[in-house]
């Protein structure tokens, strides 16, 4: 294995994939001028929504983890922006006047505790967005996955840390504002001036973008296969001797930073947050939205994420009992469409379709490399940029020791039995 | 806009109801009092949890919509009441025969359907949760409702009367009343799986489906009756819980954590786990709230669960099978 080469996939631009999402962001970018305020706070609320949804996919969906905290992930990320908001509040629109948060003033508390205190500077609280969520899946990840804890105790887990720190949030009143959390929270600001609802729903556009295409982007990546083998035969990919769960803590700390600055871009469109976030009832929502969406997809998520938004915004004038045709929804999904509402879409719409670049000959199409994505190792994606070089290292890997056999459509089916034969294929040997 | 906060917060009600237990100080009796508290607390836990022993327990099921049929059973409790005017005692039988028929139905449309597929089956369970209160809530509306304690299970039983006759050590007759129907039904539960053919059947069903349907089991049939029985368990403790609190659609929330946290603590193996698991959990919640704060001593005891769960997946109370 330490011999290896770089293994990669032929990538050429797909075209189709770029043109399609080119067209999403110019439809998203026009939105705003023809829409009207609440539209458009609704929107871009459901975008976060499916970015957090997003995150979660990429747990669940690809590496098979199903998580109900998600919305925790969201919720500390919402909370470090919230007291970066309420810190800065200008001492006019302050009930008390002074510098003390109100919830805080009711409770008693004289100082402003010091951990919360370095959240007034808006570059420590973005760190504090990113880092807390990050470091707190950082350490359950760590103690989850390096134990013989299987899938659906880790479910079991993720519900009681989420019921755990719900009941904590809400306890800690004069440090959180218990169950009203933080509101009245001042506007998100650029040098002194205010943001418009329009700069917001861009900026949080522009993320939802970034997250789409770097979640595409890693999951395509040779690190993204392995996270698909983990998936489908964890125990292969441990005795093939890749260390099963670091990938594992590597993509939940990551889809928690992701959720987290969610959360954080949350709370300035929202203008408050609370524990209601923390609870099973949103971390379910959100495994919601990734199940009716279709596991795996990616896009999915996000479309189920805003258009059932969307749908529940009408339906709530009409009726009251949106969550019974939720539940009736998951339920029909579930049993009879398990791949989620994508798996309907015409062949042609799917994501391993569209990401086929142009026609490729069958001959570089089938070359096989020998997978060397390491957890920490950033080159291996990013070495899809300088794909000059990889027609020369996928030659020499043909010839070298093959374990995997990835073809360039990056089709999970096709990618799982090929390499399952192949690996058959040496055993036979 | 969106619809969380209806059923957002979980508040345990057993610990809204041990708050008037706050003491002042450390002096012994109160700390007894609490820790009879506990005793309270334990029952209702072994009351809920038991039906999840036998769905998660013996049959492996993930079953989420749990405490939706605890609530079933509270509300089958309520009509019964409210249009028949039945006491409490006698609602018990209905609430069983409900949840368990409605059970059945479960079984028939959705698990079966999803056998061997945890996640799956995970997710139509709570998708099914959020049906069961969506129509209950049409049927009955969202608000509270009430259901009377029989006379004669209410007051306290005074263990310790101080110098001018208050008592000092006291629990409720109804306390005593929920730990002896969880004994009584743990008891029954037992001896219907380890002395009768029935019992005989679901275990070697659980052991071995395939060889037990080779000897001529009828495994679906078994299967139908054990997860009906679990449901209607999970009804008898609705049944019973519905005199301490109100009734309202998303009143199973509050129980499914935690049952699902005694079962895991107990070890899914044998039925006895889940007694050990409610014991534990139920005191050590009691005792914690009393020392430090009642939000406290959940968190501490959720978080002491996670690191069993950790470190003991299969709970504490099985013993490691040689593989």
């Keep these: ?429 | 806009m969106l619809n969380f906060v209806s059923s957002a917060i979980f508040w345990p009600t057993y610990i809204l109801a041990q708050e008037e237990a706050a003491a002042e100080g450390f002096n012994w009796p109160s700390l007894l009092n609490q820790a009879l508290n506990g005793i309270g607390i334990v029952g209702i836990l072994l009351l809920t949890a038991l039906g999840l022993g036998i769905t998660f327990g013996v049959m492996r099921i993930i079953n989420l919509a749990h405490g939706e049929f605890i609530m079933l059973g509270a509300y089958f409790a309520f009509v019964m009441q409210e249009f028949f005017n039945l006491d409490l005692l006698l609602t018990i039988p209905f609430a069983f025969l409900g949840t368990a028929i409605i059970g059945a139905f479960t079984e028939i449309t959705i698990i079966r359907r999803l056998y061997g597929r945890p996640l799956e089956t995970l997710l139509a369970t709570w998708g099914l949760s959020i049906v069961l209160q969506g129509v209950v809530k049409l049927i009955f509306t969202a608000q509270l409702k009430y259901v009377k304690a029989p006379p004669y299970l209410s007051g306290n039983l005074s263990l310790l009367n101080d110098a001018s006759g208050t008592p000092v050590i006291a629990i409720s007759y109804y306390r005593m009343f929920i730990i002896a129907m969880a004994l009584a039904l743990l008891g029954l539960t037992m001896f219907l799986f380890y002395g009768t053919s029935w019992g005989r059947n679901i275990r070697a069903v659980t052991q071995n489906r395939d060889m037990a349907k080779c000897l001529g089991v009828n495994t679906q049939f078994v299967d139908l009756v054990t997860f009906s029985y679990g449901c209607g368990l999970a009804g008898v403790a609705g049944a019973v819980i519905s005199a301490l609190k109100s009734v309202a659609p998303p009143m199973g929330q509050d129980y499914l954590v935690d049952a699902w946290m005694v079962v895991v603590t107990g070890g899914v193996d044998k039925l006895v786990g889940v007694l050990a698991g409610s014991f534990l959990i139920g005191e050590a919640n009691a005792v914690i709230a009393f020392m430090l704060n009642d939000p406290l001593a959940r968190v501490i005891v959720l978080a002491a669960v996670i690191v069993l769960i950790r470190y003991r997946p299969e709970g504490l109370f099985t013993v490691q099978k040689r593989a």
């Excluded at chain 1, 990320?77 to 009711?106: C, H, I, Q, R």
């Excluded at chain 1, 420590?124 to 299987?150: D, E, H, N, Q």
């Design chain 1, 1 to 429: 294995m330490t011999d290896s080469v770089m293994g990669l996939r032929q990538s050429t631009v797909p075209t189709k994939l770029l043109l399609i999402g080119g067209i999403g962001l110019l439809i998203f970018i026009i939105l705003p001028f023809v829409l009207g305020d609440f539209q458009i706070s609704l929107l871009a609320k459901l975008l976060l929504f499916g970015s957090l949804a997003i995150s979660l996919d990429l747990v669940w969906g690809f590496t098979g983890i199903l998580s109900f905290a998600h919305g925790v992930f969201f919720t500390l990320g919402g909370y470090a922006m919230a007291y970066y908001l309420k810190l800065n509040l200008s001492a006019a629109n302050n009930t008390y006047g002074g510098e003390l948060p109100d919830f805080m003033v009711w409770n008693g508390l004289e100082v402003l505790p010091w951990f919360i205190a370095p959240l007034k500077y808006f570059p420590i609280a973005v760190i504090a967005m990113i880092a807390v969520p990050a470091l707190f899946a950082f350490i359950i990840g760590t103690f989850i996955f390096r134990s013989k804890v299987s899938g659906v105790y880790i479910t079991i887990i993720t519900l009681a840390i989420s019921s755990a720190l719900t009941t904590f949030f809400v306890s800690l009143q004069a440090y959180t504002g218990g169950t009203n959390g933080i509101t009245d929270v001042s506007d998100l600001s650029f040098f002194g001036t205010p943001i418009p609802l329009t700069g917001i729903y861009f900026i949080i556009v522009a993320f939802t973008a970034l997250v789409l295409g770097f979640s595409f982007w890693l999951t395509q990546s040779n690190f993204g296969l392995i996270l698909r083998s983990i998936n489908e035969n964890e125990k292969r990919i441990e005795y093939l001797g890749y260390d099963v769960a670091r990938f594992k803590i590597f993509i939940w700390t990551l889809s928690a930073a992701m959720a987290g600055i969610a959360g954080g871009l949350f709370v300035p469109l929202n203008k408050f947050i609370s524990p209601v976030y923390l609870a099973v009832a949103f971390g379910t929502q959100v495994v919601i939205w990734v199940a009716i969406g279709g596991r795996g997809t990616l896009v999915g998520p996000l479309i189920a994420a805003v258009l059932l938004g969307q749908i529940q915004n009408s339906a709530e004038k009409v009726t009251q009992d949106w969550q019974l045709v939720v539940g009736v929804l998951l339920l029909v999904v579930v049993l009879f469409i398990p791949n989620g509402l994508m798996s309907l879409l015409p062949k042609q719409l799917s994501l391993s379709e569209l990401t086929k670049p142009g026609p490729v000959s069958r001959e570089s199409s089938a070359s096989s490399g020998f997978v060397n994505a390491q957890v920490f190792d950033w080159a291996t994606p990013c070495s899809q940029l300088i794909h000059v070089c990889a027609k020369t290292s996928v030659n020499l890997v043909k010839s070298t020791l093959s374990l995997f056999n990835i073809n360039a459509s990056g089709k999970t089916g096709r990618a799982k039995n090929s390499s399952i034969s192949s690996i058959r294929r040496k055993r036979k040997r």
